[in-house]
């Protein structure tokens, strides 16, 4: 039997309702796992019970983590959060840590989980650590816009046997302050940390990139995706 991952869904605030890009899904899938949506909601007892169910969780990507997350206030308009996906997220999170569940986080994944793991963000890379690097790319998003320097003692390394990756950009926050929980695997040219993981569980990963974009035309993509979908086994 595939293995069943949990997607944390979308929301369109516009339209009051959730939704999926399909690259997450299709990326599970190809990697031989079912991938399933959970609905938006805080109940712990539901979310407990989905989390159960399933042999991994993937947060996705989206909107901004709320600053209350990690003990700072808004720097203004350049946020734009959803506390409520906050406060799903963040049971999801502790459930599957606490059942030692497989977790990836994409995008907006990594800065979650690092928040909920009592580290900090740059809520607006611009405003507050300006970059020469492209981290907020254009059309199309599979396109690598900058490299990786990836950590030779990090489960990354051991998975993709490179000490360098070109990676796909497209984010305005970034991790500032690692949690302590969390290990560094991959930096970018300008310190921007880009990919973590949970060394005292099985599988805990978060990149800053997305293969979700990627996986179908570049092969180190796919491989994040087997190694998440493999650790379940």
Same mark, same amino acid.
């Given at each position: 039997?595939?293995?069943l991952? @949990? ?10 309702s959730?939704?999926?890009?399909? @690259?997450?899904?299709?990326?599970i899938a190809? /990697?031989?796992a079912t991938?399933?949506?959970?609905p938006?909601?805080c109940d712990?007892?539901e979310? /407990?019970r989905?989390v159960?169910m ?6 996705t ?8 997350? *990690?003990?700072? +206030?808004?720097?203004?308009n350049?946020v ?7 406060e ?9 840590l ?7 986080g ?5 800065q ?9 963000? *740059?809520q607006?890379?611009?405003t507050?650590?300006?970059s020469? $690097?492209?981290h %907020?790319q254009?059309p199309p ?8 320097k ?6 990354? *390394? +051991?998975?993709?046997q490179v @000490?360098e ?5 497209y %984010?305005?926050?970034?991790?500032? +302050?690692?949690?302590?929980?969390l290990?560094?695997?991959a930096?970018?040219?300008?310190? $921007?940390v880009?990919?973590?993981h949970?060394?005292?569980? %099985? ?5 800053q ?14 491989? $994040?995706? %087997? ?5 379940m086994?």
């Amino acid at each position: 039997m595939k293995p069943l991952v @949990g997607v944390m869904p979308l929301w369109d605030d516009e339209r009051k309702s959730i939704w999926m890009l399909p @690259g997450y899904m299709d990326g599970i899938a190809q /990697a031989g796992a079912t991938p399933v949506i959970f609905p938006f909601s805080c109940d712990r007892e539901e979310l /407990a019970r989905l989390v159960r169910m399933c042999d991994g969780i993937l947060f996705t990507g989206g909107q901004d983590v709320s600053p209350e997350l *990690y003990q700072e +206030t808004s720097i203004g308009n350049l946020v734009s959060c959803c506390r409520k996906r906050d406060e799903m997220e963040t049971i999801v999170l502790q459930e599957a840590l606490k059942n030692d569940k497989s977790v990836l986080g994409i995008c907006r994944g990594i800065q979650f989980i690092n928040a909920a793991l009592g580290g900090t963000l *740059y809520q607006d890379i611009p405003t507050q650590c300006p970059s020469e $690097i492209e981290h %907020h790319q254009k059309p199309p998003y599979h396109v690598p816009v900058h490299s990786v320097k990836i950590a030779v003692d990090s489960p990354l *390394y +051991t998975c993709l046997q490179v @000490g360098e990756l070109q990676v796909n950009s497209y %984010h305005h926050q970034a991790v500032k +302050t690692v949690s302590s929980a969390l290990k560094v695997m991959a930096v970018s040219p300008d310190g $921007i940390v880009e990919a973590v993981h949970k060394p005292d569980q %099985h599988f805990v990963w978060a990149v800053q990139w997305h293969p979700e974009f990627s996986y179908q035309t570049d092969d180190n993509s796919r491989k $994040i995706f %087997h190694a998440f979908i493999q650790s379940m086994g």
